[in-house]
């Protein structure tokens, strides 16, 4: 990566996680807290949990269609501002009623598709796939953080003083968007027709879809009866429960690097995610029989992480190697859609189940769930080849042109473009850089010479291969 890729990245990656970490946060503590709230039920607690999951699946295309037209950071600002006051609502409720709405209104400020194409718009496509995965590793550290940091913090600020936190993070990720996160090239954001109807015939893409909506589904839901549980069958205080969370995602890390490196080895992918849904269901079956046992239930809950963590890291990476490079933005935000609807549905039906059945009925749901999602990927047999082909040989070359205007930079850009073996240009006007994706095969080096006598480039910012 060059150095304003890393920079773009990481701020863009730091500024999920951060949101990511707001809304994980009261995941293993709210269930406890709501119990005592007027007019809660635990399907009114199920809904208060997930609700910002709907919101965020029925606004993310909206989002990222709006960030095509009018810039990523103008709308992920708005998203941000949007969370913010939800967070706000929510901290100040005093009825369940109302947490529910501050929470549908976090989910309204969808800017996970924009924060992905902006990702994009920063990276080339040699570096795209690792850029990625580096967002989907800093949201499973988000939530690790939320799961140690929530049962401690909650004895000294109460939930309303997480949701007050959630906001103030949400700010800090504002700053570091215009502060800190470069400005994306002016590269050209085609429409592509029929883009949505391409995703959903996608068979392989529809996998990895159901995939996350079944993975965070079972997450919210586990965590409408388990917080429970350790009260009520183990005898665990609330705030006592981060001994159990902390022990438990730090034994699942083995488990993570082990089925993420599987799934990058020859004929290892598909084994790689048959694994990890294996794990889920095996955690949900111990679950359902664990009674008060506290060792079998920790016991679950390391399986269970060790599967949802090599999942989390896995699913979107293979969604961006899979998805047509022309409607990878499309790809991403339907993938982010089924997300986040697996995160309503999970809190809704979780607390429904948990209502009649208890917590055995909404194991028995979870494990259910994940079988089906096991047979779908056993017969599939082509998502194997289609990430096993070579890739194309291409090289990247780095050029130097001083700052620019945003029409010199268009016209750099459209010149670039034309040249025989060149496979992407972007240019950054403010930066003044030109990064030059071509066919080492097809690509004649000495058309930068006439480049470089019309553009008024010095002799020492002539590109190099990288």
Not at 103 to 129: K, P, Y
Not at 297 to 313: H, I, K
Not at 381 to 395: A, F, K
Not at 407 to 426: H, I, M, N, P, S
Request: charged letters at 15%; aromatic letters at 8%; proline letters at 5%.
């Amino acid at each position: 990566m060059t150095a304003a890729e890393r920079r773009g990245t990481g701020a863009l990656a730091g500024i999920f996680a951060l949101r990511m970490f707001g809304l994980f946060l009261i995941l293993p503590v709210f269930a406890l807290y709501a119990r005592d709230l007027p007019g809660s039920t635990p399907i009114a607690v199920g809904l208060a949990l997930g609700v910002y999951g709907l919101s965020q699946a029925l606004l993310q295309i909206p989002f990222g269609l709006a960030s095509d037209r009018f810039g990523r950071k103008p709308l992920i600002t708005l998203g941000l501002v949007i969370f913010i006051a939800g967070s706000v609502i929510a901290a100040k409720s005093t009825s369940i009623e109302w947490i529910i709405v501050g929470r549908a209104l976090q989910g309204a400020g969808a800017v996970a598709s924009a924060i992905l194409a902006l990702t994009s718009d920063l990276t080339r496509d040699a570096v795209r796939t690792k850029a990625m995965a580096l967002i989907g590793v800093s949201i499973g550290f988000s939530f690790l953080a939320a799961l140690m940091i929530a049962p401690a913090l909650t004895p000294v600020i109460g939930v309303p003083g997480l949701f007050w936190m959630t906001a103030g993070l949400a700010t800090l990720s504002i700053l570091v968007l215009w502060f800190v996160v470069p400005e994306a090239p002016v590269t050209p954001r085609p429409k592509v027709r029929g883009a949505v109807r391409r995703v959903v015939t996608d068979a392989q893409l529809m996998r990895l879809n159901f995939g996350i909506f079944v993975l965070h589904a079972t997450l919210t839901a586990l965590f409408v009866a388990v917080p429970v549980m350790l009260v009520d069958d183990v005898g665990m205080a609330n705030a006592e429960h981060w001994k159990v969370y902390v022990p438990v995602m730090l034994a699942s890390i083995p488990a993570l690097v082990l089925l993420v490196r599987m799934s990058h080895a020859p004929g290892g992918t598909k084994k790689a995610l048959l694994i990890g849904v294996a794990s889920v269901i095996v955690s949900f079956i111990l679950l359902a029989v664990s009674g008060s046992s506290f060792w079998i239930l920790a016991v679950a809950l390391t399986v269970f992480f060790s599967g949802f963590n090599s999942l989390e890291a896995m699913l979107p990476s293979l969604t961006s190697r899979l998805a047509p490079a022309d409607i990878k933005g499309t790809a991403l935000g339907a993938f982010n859609t089924l997300e986040f609807l697996g995160i309503f549905v999970g809190g809704v039906a979780g607390g429904a189940v948990f209502g009649a059945f208890g917590p055995a009925g909404v194991f028995g749901l979870c494990a259910v769930i994940a079988a089906l999602w096991l047979l779908l990927m056993f017969f599939s047999s082509d998502i194997e080849s289609t990430l096993t082909s070579p890739p194309e040989t291409t090289q990247t070359l780095e050029i130097h042109i001083g700052p620019r205007t945003p029409d010199e930079a268009e016209a750099l850009e459209k010149r670039l473009a034309g040249y025989e073996g060149v496979r992407k240009v972007t240019v950054n006007s403010l930066e003044g850089a030109i990064s030059l994706t071509i066919d080492p095969d097809r690509f004649d080096r000495s058309v930068l010479d006439e480049f470089v006598e019309t553009v008024n480039i010095r002799a020492s910012d002539l590109p190099a291969q990288t």
